[in-house]
């Protein structure tokens, strides 16, 4: 497998730190909004990333942040006179919705910023300790950026070429620092913000230093796989490759991987420009897999332009696969024969070509645009050759196959077989409610349906928990 590593600038073969297992760390939204089409991508391409992982047998620790402290979440907050946790609350539920709309796997872990708040104090302090960071005069420290001798190494930037002037360096106070392109790490609040003690003063963090904390505390020192959209390379990512190889002593990440941006009318979608889409506008007029289907349409490195025609075939798209998908469904209600016919050997090796073909496409830097073409070669190939004189056997693989592909790209074709995390929920909580109301066969008739469903329920001290068998 090959990944386009920012930091090589170059496709190289991905050897895991630990035999057959990933460490994966993706940077998340800042939750002031509902999330746009634009910071879906990210989501979309990674957990298909993990997906064709988990696919080939590696066990994931997927660790994705969300970032619930910052500027827009406060000013939002001041906006609604409420609370910021308000905000960063309300939106990380949302956030979470629409993901699950989207297919999109929980990670194993997703953090909060205002949680690891010791964590970042700690990390302030050893880069302190190390010469790598100072304290101002106010109680902000700064990162000491020319103390990292390879900063630059990521974005491929010549130190000697940088200016002051990025979104981390105008916090506060450019005259305070030693120099411009130091960054800052902790910084004193202002009325009406949330701040923490500190041995500083009462502040906040910077944003670069959360990063660096959640991954070091949920994955270890060193990662595999570090990834987030290409406006994080700089100053983000390089900011957090000089706090966590400085503090840590460690190299950071192996692989760093960074998906283009999603457009609109050729410029960058973001809510600064107010150009963007919400997922929950998409979903007004589409089923999200649509969106999901019409992301993974183009190479993650690629820019993709948003557009009304584009959405229009990726759903026609995504309808040719469910057609074919629902096609070998019916076929099997009659089909006969648990064995593939002497004949179908031959057709059967045929079919499988296709997930070579797949296979191929994603073990080349994850290349979903030629792995949906595979499954579309598939899906061409089950219409003309699987029909109803074809065996059970037959047409139960090619199924198989159709519906394999089809969920490491994360793109449900058999949707009254899936049930949606939500629909899960709601049935436990009317299991809750029928136990309540003692209607204990009710509430066992719901366990059943699930069971059916292959959803195993376990009552526990903390609740009833699920998971699918
Ligand atoms: P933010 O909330 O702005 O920090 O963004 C969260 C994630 O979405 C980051 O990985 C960004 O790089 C990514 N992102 C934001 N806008 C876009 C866009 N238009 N296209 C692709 N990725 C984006
Ligand atoms: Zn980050």
Redesign the pocket.
């Known amino acids: 497998m090959k990944i386009f590593n920012t930091l090589s600038r170059r496709k190289e073969e991905f050897i895991p730190l630990e035999p057959g297992k990933v460490r994966m760390y993706v940077?998340?939204?800042?939750v002031y909004n509902l999330i746009h089409i634009?910071?879906a991508?990210?989501m979309i391409v990674f957990d298909t990333v993990r997906r064709y992982m988990e696919h080939k047998g590696y066990e994931v620790n997927y660790v994705s942040n969300f970032?619930d402290v910052d500027d827009k979440i406060i000013k939002q907050a001041i906006a609604e006179g409420v609370d910021s946790t308000v905000i960063s609350e309300r939106y990380i539920a949302e956030c979470k919705k629409d993901m699950e709309a989207l297919n999109v796997k929980p990670a194993t872990t997703h953090p909060l910023a205002t949680q690891e708040i010791c964590g970042m104090l700690d990390m302030i302090g050893t880069l302190i300790e190390k010469e790598h960071a100072y304290v101002a005069a106010d109680g902000t420290v700064y990162y000491r950026t020319r103390s990292f001798k390879e900063y630059g190494k990521l974005s491929h930037k010549n130190i000697d070429d940088l200016r002051g002037g990025n979104r981390a360096l105008l916090v506060s106070g450019e005259d305070q620092k030693e120099d411009p392109l130091d960054f800052v790490l902790w910084k004193p609040k202002k009325e009406g913000e949330p701040y923490w003690d500190s041995d500083y003063c009462k502040g906040r963090p910077g944003w670069h230093i959360e990063c660096s904390v959640m991954s070091k505390k949920y994955l270890g020192d060193e990662i595999d796989i570090h990834a987030?959209?290409?406006?994080?390379i700089f100053p983000h990512h390089e900011n957090e490759i000089a706090q966590s190889e400085a503090a840590n002593g460690r190299e950071f990440a192996k692989y760093w991987m960074h998906?283009a941006?999603?457009?609109i009318d050729n410029r960058?979608?973001?809510k600064s420009l107010g150009n963007f889409f919400t997922v929950r506008d998409i979903s007004e007029k589409y089923d999200l897999q649509v969106l999901r289907f019409f992301m993974l349409s183009a190479h993650y490195r690629s820019p993709l332009n948003f557009s009304a025609d584009l959405m229009e075939s990726a759903k026609n798209g995504l309808d040719r696969i469910i057609t074919a998908a629902e096609n070998l469904k019916f076929l099997l209600q009659t089909a006969q024969g648990e064995e593939l016919a002497a004949d179908e050997a031959k057709l059967f090796e045929e079919a499988q070509m296709y997930v070579t073909q797949f296979d191929a496409a994603m073990d080349d830097d994850f290349n979903t645009a030629d792995a949906i073409a595979a499954i579309f070669d598939l899906v061409k190939w089950s219409n003309t050759n699987v029909n109803a004189e074809s065996s059970k056997a037959l047409t139960e693989a090619v199924f198989a196959e159709m519906k394999e592909l089809a969920d490491i790209c994360g793109l449900i074709i058999d949707k009254q077989a899936e049930m949606l995390d939500a629909d899960i929920e709601k049935l436990i909580a009317d299991r809750q409610q029928a136990r309540k109301d003692k209607n204990f066969a009710r509430a066992d008739e719901i366990r059943d349906e699930l069971l059916n469903k292959g959803i195993v329920l376990e009552d526990t001290r903390e609740g009833v928990k699920w998971k699918r068998a």
Request: glycine share 20%.
């Open positions: 940077c998340g939204p800042t634009g910071n991508r990210p970032t987030g959209g290409e406006d994080l998906n941006f999603l457009n960058k979608m973001s």
